[in-house]
Structure formats: structure tokens, C-alpha cells
């Protein structure tokens, strides 16, 4: 993903939810696009409550809209070569056809930028045999 920094990205809500450290994200994807901020069909104080806990300073939110319209604003508000949206599922997937954006799977925006998805940092913690303190 790095490198292409005339690029508007957009995270739907549930997306952010899976990784480690959504702030780290932010940070990271700031250095390589113009625009980043997030879609939900959440109600608005449910986005700005996440995003206020986890230190995330967006440029766009969808606010009282809906993904769908959300979108088209941003697109439409922000010029730039590329608009990209991060989602979880195959309803994600379509609606960024719909509104010409580009789809990325939570997964693979991951893998692509080396970030840590939260199931991971679970799993890590589950695999590691237990330390014990019994042993002379």
C-alpha cells in the first residue's frame, strides 16, 4: 500500500474494530495518503466515541449519513487519484462497487501494510505455553 500518497481512504467502522491498534493504523496510513477517516451505519456518537478512545483524528466521518451517501460526499469532496475503502464483508465489497471506490478487505490491507489485526494478538497470547513459577 505505501507509496501512493494521492489517496483517499476510507475504514467502515467494523473494520477498525478488528485491528490491534487502530491510532497506530491511522498514524501509519497518514504518511502515504491525503485523506483517511471512517463510514458507519452507526449512529454518529458511536464513531466519534470510538474514534475519541482510541486517539483517531479523521478527516471525514459519514456523521447522520449512511455508508452509501457518505461515500459519494467524500468522493466528491476529496479529489484525489484513488479512493479506497476498507471493509469486512461482501455488502462492503458491493457498495464500493456501486460507488466506484476501491475494496480492500480488512485481512489484506493488513497483510499489505504489515498491520496487526487483533484476532493475531489473541491468538499469539493463546499459543504460548503457560510460564511456570514451580520449577526450581
Keep these: 500500500m505505501n507509496g501512493d500518497s494521492d489517496m483517499t481512504l476510507a475504514f467502515e467502522l467494523e473494520a477498525l474494530k478488528e485491528l490491534a491498534s487502530p491510532e497506530t493504523v491511522f498514524e501509519d496510513a497518514r504518511s502515504w495518503t491525503e485523506y ?13 466515541n470510538f474514534t475519541r478512545k ?3 483524528r479523521q478527516d471525514f466521518f459519514s456523521g447522520p449519513r449512511g455508508k452509501q451517501e457518505s461515500l459519494e460526499g467524500v468522493k466528491g469532496q476529496f479529489d484525489t487519484d484513488r ?10 465489497e458491493r457498495l464500493a462497487e456501486t460507488v466506484d471506490w476501491e475494496y ?11 498491520w496487526v489485526l ?10 504460548t505455553e503457560p510460564v511456570r513459577d514451580d520449577w526450581p
Design 118 to 127: 487483533a484476532a493475531n494478538v489473541e491468538t499469539e497470547e493463546a499459543d
Design 54 to 56: 482510541n486517539r483517531i
Design 104 to 114: 480492500l478487505a480488512i485481512e489484506d490491507a493488513a497483510e499489505a501494510a504489515d
Design 83 to 92: 479512493h479506497v475503502f476498507v471493509g469486512v464483508d461482501e455488502e462492503d
Design 36 to 48: 483517511i477517516g471512517v463510514v458507519s451505519e452507526k449512529p454518529t456518537y458511536v464513531v466519534t
